[in-house]
């Protein structure tokens, strides 16, 4: 057995927090513009509708799915710097690209589209990012490391938004440099300051990272991307076969809390809208409180959860997770008797069958405001007509919403590090390229179906619907959880290198 040097322990993770960083900018360049593409997308090209508006958010994940593998697959056969340089340059070049969809004359949504789509591409380094972490830590400190990845990650997502309310600063004009036809303001700005920061994060991992490979038991070790700078043991250790069910039911369990959360961040503007007749400037405004609330919650758990996994165990916390996530959403099902406001601007003479539920809502206006002009421009506040559910659905009390964040704010960041470690674990010394561009890619997949089964089932059917089957995935899910749970195990125990 090769001891580890305290200089290779050092530089470890010196590299190990390259990472970090590098998971924390991948994050922040899906979250610094995610509020403002719809302003700056009417503004260069009024053709584009809300349609195109959900392909531009959805091809940033699109992206990253296509790329995981890929990356993956290439740190499994060379040094890890090559994919993380390249997938970073990536994401600068279309960072560069989006601060310039402005000077087409025409098809500018399409530049958009792409430059969002190639953002997300270069996004696909967290598979390498997570393998490398993988690789480079002993089963004791891999629970930590991985939360603090996933960690780096909440941060990002929470940081992109105010970065980019900073930058509204600037104002839609901005300046403009004409030299090289380039417009400084509230669209461009963050764009280019998630460049920079990307090539500071290339010049990082020219500088300090170094590839390095420590065993189970935490004993230095080679590997096939190793560079040669020490004399190290080969692993003896990645003999034996990885537990392919148990990979393929991480990679389902990871796709449903992916898939749950995304539902989740999807439905919170439009339902609050229905449900307390807020409007669009509320919705955003509150919602984005609630939000960042949940994502500072988020990484209060994440670090709980690494002392509180020494003690129960992964596969124990991960099944709380589940359950806890269950009961958010369970609780999201209307219970009462009250129903929504409807939105009485979609309601005109003699247009709705005077029925028992038509009578009901009745109290809610005033003989005047049933006769306001069909010009009338104040926004339509309330549940829409055209969502026939309105007519007959109990409203969703405040405090069932607000639990049910609380909730899922909890169970979400649980299940995220648990998923991610256990994988890890299951894996073992086996090289986790490609494996674990499966598992970001079934996310990314996840983050895909996720708005498209709210905006189909939700406005069709209703939240009765939607969230009872949420809560049915989620069940299916913990039974998956059940039959598999004795084969989640570490490769070196599964095969008696290590005690369980």
């Known amino acids: 057995d090769v001891v580890e040097t305290q200089e290779h322990y050092k530089s470890r993770w010196r590299s190990i927090w390259i990472m970090y960083l ?38 940033y994940s699109i992206g990253q799915m296509v790329a995981s593998p890929l990356f993956g697959l290439w740190s499994n056969y060379r040094p890890r710097r090559e994919p993380l340089v390249v997938s970073t340059a990536i994401s600068v070049a279309a960072n560069c690209l989006y601060a310039y969809v402005h000077v087409p ?55 992109g938004p105010v970065f980019q309310t900073c930058f509204t600063l600037i104002g839609e004009e901005g300046i403009t440099w004409k030299l090289i036809d380039l417009q400084l303001n509230m669209y461009t700005t963050p764009v280019l300051f998630g460049a920079l920061l990307g090539v500071i994060n290339i010049i990082l991992i020219f500088v300090i990272f170094r590839e390095h490979r420590v065993d189970d038991m935490g004993r230095q070790c ?16 990645a003999e034996g076969n990885v537990d392919h069910v148990a990979v393929v039911a991480i990679n389902f369990l990871f796709f449903v809390i992916l898939f749950v959360f995304a539902v989740f961040e999807t439905i919170a503007t439009p339902l609050t809208m229905d449900m307390y007749s807020w409007t669009r400037k509320q919705a955003v405004f509150y919602n984005g409180i609630i939000l960042s609330v949940v994502g500072i919650e988020s990484v209060i758990v994440f670090m709980v959860v690494k002392t509180l996994s020494k003690k129960t165990g992964e ?14 959403f369970f609780i999201l099902l209307p219970w009462g008797k009250k129903l929504p406001n409807i939105q009485w601007q979609e309601i005109k003479n003699n247009t709705i069958p005077r029925m028992a539920s038509t009578e009901m809502l009745m109290p809610f206006w005033s003989l005047q405001e049933l006769e306001l002009p069909a010009n009338h421009t104040a926004e339509p506040v309330g549940c829409p007509i055209s969502q026939s559910w309105c007519l007959n659905t109990p409203m969703i009390y405040l405090a069932q919403y607000i639990t049910s964040d609380i909730l899922i704010g909890l169970g979400y960041p649980v299940c995220n590090v648990m998923s991610y470690t256990l994988y890890s674990k299951i894996l073992g010394p086996k090289p986790q390229g490609v494996y674990m561009g499966w598992l970001t890619a079934s996310g990314s997949g996840a983050r895909i179906l996720g708005p498209v089964f709210v905006s189909q089932i939700y406005t069709h059917l209703g939240p009765r619907w939607a969230f009872s089957l949420i809560c049915g995935v989620v069940v299916v899910s913990l039974l998956i959880l059940e039959i598999v749970y004795k084969r989640l195990i570490a490769f070196s125990v599964r095969y008696g290198r290590v005690q369980g």
Not at 222 to 237: K, P, R
């Open 105 to 159: 004359h025409s098809h500018n949504k399409y530049y958009m589209l792409t430059a969002r789509a190639l953002v997300g591409f270069g996004a696909g380094n967290v598979a390498v990012v997570r393998s490398y972490i993988a690789g480079a830590t002993s089963l004791t400190e891999r629970t930590s490391a991985m939360a603090n990845t996933s960690a780096c990650q909440a941060v990002g997502f929470i940081l």
């Open 222 to 237: 080679n590997s096939v991307n190793f560079e040669g700078e020490e004399n190290v043991a080969v692993d003896q250790d």
């Open 315 to 328: 596969r124990a916390i991960l099944h709380g997770g589940l359950l806890i996530v269950l009961v958010g």
């Open 22 to 59: 590098t998971m924390f900018l991948s994050s922040v360049g899906f979250s610094i513009v995610i509020m403002s593409v719809w302003p700056y997308l009417q503004k260069i090209d009024p053709t584009a509708d809300a349609s195109f508006l959900g392909w531009i958010i959805a091809s």
